[in-house]
Each structure stands twice: as structure tokens, then as C-alpha cells.
């Protein structure tokens, strides 16, 4: 998997400095528009991120993806979701919840029976060997900009995924991070 992944990232980065090549074109023409841009053409064009991110990845998996104009002003929100909680979770009650993670073509997966959705933030945990079990990495979609609770504000790349939960399935786009605290977690959103 290690040289598949060599070959994304290259690819993906090359899509990125095709889009930043191409942006005065772009914003002429798609200003304030989600644009995912492969092999130095614009292969779908969205008002939504997560409506693209099907035709985006459809070609090789990935797709430099961003908001035209607005690339600086991107901010990641979590989705509101309500969870029953279990009361008998000690010390307060929490919500758990059964999951399945899938990467986006759904060819991989993975069942998790006890995950503990925070409902109240902004990304959520996944370990970085729950992300290569999954081949996530094979999948980046756009960057944006992260703000950890206790640390500097970076640029990170976005993977495209699913998650179902309760039978409905989401596209969240996962940010597999490393930090201080704990060495082997990463982030998702659901926009």
C-alpha cells in the first residue's frame, strides 16, 4: 500500500498546484463555487462540498477539491446528531453507538460497536491504524485549515469516507492527525 499511497499523494498534490496554477481562470468563472480539479481540469463544480465528492474521487480517487475565492474562509462544522445515551457509562452518561467506517469506494470497512460520538464537536477521533486498515489515504479531497483544542492552528488534508450509524449513511471527509496527547488518533468531519 505504502507506494499506492506514494503515487496518490504526489497526484494529489500535483492536482493542488494545478488548481492554484489555474485559479485566476477559476475564479472567473467559478467564484464562491466548490471546484475539484485532476489531472489539470476541472472535474466537478458544486455548491457543496459533499455533492461533488462522488464525481471528484469517481476517476482515480482523488481530486484536489476547494472553494473558489473562498479557500482561506473554510470552516469545519459537525453535523448535529442526537444519540441516545447510556446511563449506566460511569462517571456521567454518554452516547454510544454501533458504526461502520467505510472508505469511499466502500470496498473496505470496519464495524465499531462501542464509539462514543461527541456530539458538540467539531471532528471526532479515529485511530491512524483504523485509517490505513481502511485505505483512507488513498483518498484526499481537499485541505483546509485545523484548529486542535490545544494547538496551533495548520493546514491538513481531508480524506473522503463514510460512516453509517443507524442504518444512514454519512460522507463525512476524515483528517488523520497525529498529536501530542495521543500518537495514533485522527479527525473527521461531516460538514
Not at 477559476?26 to 489539470?40: M, S
Request: some cysteine; glycine content about 6%; charged content about 30%.
Amino acid at each position: 500500500m505504502g507506494n499506492e499511497r506514494d503515487i496518490v499523494e504526489k497526484g494529489f498534490e500535483r492536482d493542488r498546484l494545478d488548481y492554484w496554477a489555474m485559479r485566476d481562470e477559476l475564479l472567473a468563472k467559478y467564484a464562491g463555487k466548490w471546484v475539484a480539479v485532476h489531472k489539470g481540469r476541472v472535474t466537478a463544480v458544486a455548491d457543496e462540498p459533499l455533492s461533488i465528492m462522488e464525481q471528484a474521487l469517481a476517476e482515480d480517487g482523488y481530486a484536489y477539491t476547494n472553494k473558489v475565492g473562498e479557500e482561506d474562509k473554510i470552516v469545519i462544522r459537525q453535523r448535529r446528531v442526537s444519540f441516545r445515551y447510556d446511563d449506566s457509562y460511569s462517571p456521567t452518561p454518554l452516547p454510544r453507538v454501533a458504526a461502520v467506517l467505510h472508505n469511499f469506494p466502500q470496498t473496505k470497512s470496519k464495524t465499531v460497536t462501542d464509539a462514543i460520538p461527541d456530539t458538540g464537536a467539531d471532528v471526532t477521533c479515529l485511530p491512524i491504524d483504523d485509517c490505513q486498515d481502511l485505505d483512507l489515504f488513498l483518498f484526499p479531497f481537499y485541505t483546509g485549515v485545523s484548529h486542535p483544542f490545544s494547538g496551533m492552528r495548520r493546514s491538513v488534508t481531508f480524506y473522503g469516507a463514510r460512516v453509517e450509524i443507524d442504518g444512514r449513511v454519512i460522507m463525512p471527509s476524515w483528517n488523520p492527525s497525529r498529536n501530542v496527547n495521543d500518537s495514533s488518533d485522527a479527525t473527521f468531519s461531516t460538514k
